[in-house]
């Protein structure tokens, strides 16, 4: 079985502050974790995956996350939140030849100025 | 452009009226999915279809019907909806046998039942 847990449903920052949005994964095989941000009444969109090889993966629009198998964690960060960063991001994993991918509550970003 | 068109992108409907709504995918892939997002909850995975195979949530009403002609459509049909069923309907494809693939979502339905 494969599950996620974000940890706090709203995270905030000021404009040009870290940030850091938090998953922890369930699984018993190796994963294969994603972010996902999500705009106002838009879908969901890819920021980055982790599938095999460099733990530490880059994405779009500076963000960055790293695999750390130990601790079962795929964290979400970016050296200088910007505005246009305030969105909702979701982490999701897919293990144990699972094709449906499970997702997190999410974690609203709020950035201020 | 996500390569998932959802259309229409709004629906207001009342409790007596049945419609449909259309997601087409031209990116390939061989599973298609209908999720829920409602304010303030998690997603939620209504159904699935991929090759011959259909995965359900058992907790969906059966007043939401879904319909996968081919590989590339999918609908969900509505009939005698409730107000608590206003929210927004994604629609996703994805490549079931490329497990480090992602989903691509469409943009969503928002869907008001009056």
């Known amino acids: 079985a494969q599950s996620v847990t974000q940890l706090g449903s709203h995270v905030s920052v000021s404009e040009g502050a870290l940030v850091l949005l938090r998953c922890n994964y369930s699984s018993s095989v190796p994963p294969y974790l994603f972010w996902y941000v999500q705009y106002p009444n838009q879908g969901l969109q890819l920021l980055l995956k982790?599938?095999?090889?460099?733990?530490l993966v880059k994405g779009i629009n500076g963000f960055e996350a790293e695999f750390k198998k130990s601790e079962t964690s795929f964290h979400l960060t970016k050296p200088s939140a910007h505005m246009s960063d305030a969105a909702e991001y979701f982490c999701?994993?897919?293990?144990?030849?699972?094709?449906?991918?499970?997702f997190g509550r999410g974690t609203s970003l709020i950035v201020h100025p | 452009e996500t390569g998932v068109t959802q259309t229409p992108r709004h629906l207001v409907m009342g409790m007596t009226n049945k419609k449909s709504l259309k997601c087409e995918q031209h990116?390939?892939?061989?599973?298609m999915y209908w999720y829920k997002q409602s304010a303030k909850k998690p997603l939620e995975l209504m159904f699935v279809y991929s090759l011959e195979e259909r995965v359900e949530n058992n907790s969906v009403p059966s007043r939401f019907s879904p319909e996968c002609p081919n590989s590339s459509h999918l609908f969900l049909h509505l009939h005698t909806l409730q107000p608590e069923d206003s929210a927004l309907y994604l629609c996703?494809?994805?490549?079931?046998?490329?497990?480090?693939?992602?989903?691509?979502f469409g943009q969503g339905t928002r869907l008001t039942v009056v």
């Open positions: 996703a494809s994805s490549h079931r046998d490329r497990g480090g693939t992602e989903a691509f």
């Open positions: 990116l390939g892939h061989n599973a």
């Open positions: 999701a994993v897919k293990a144990g030849g699972s094709y449906i991918p499970t």
């Open positions: 982790y599938t095999t090889g460099a733990t």
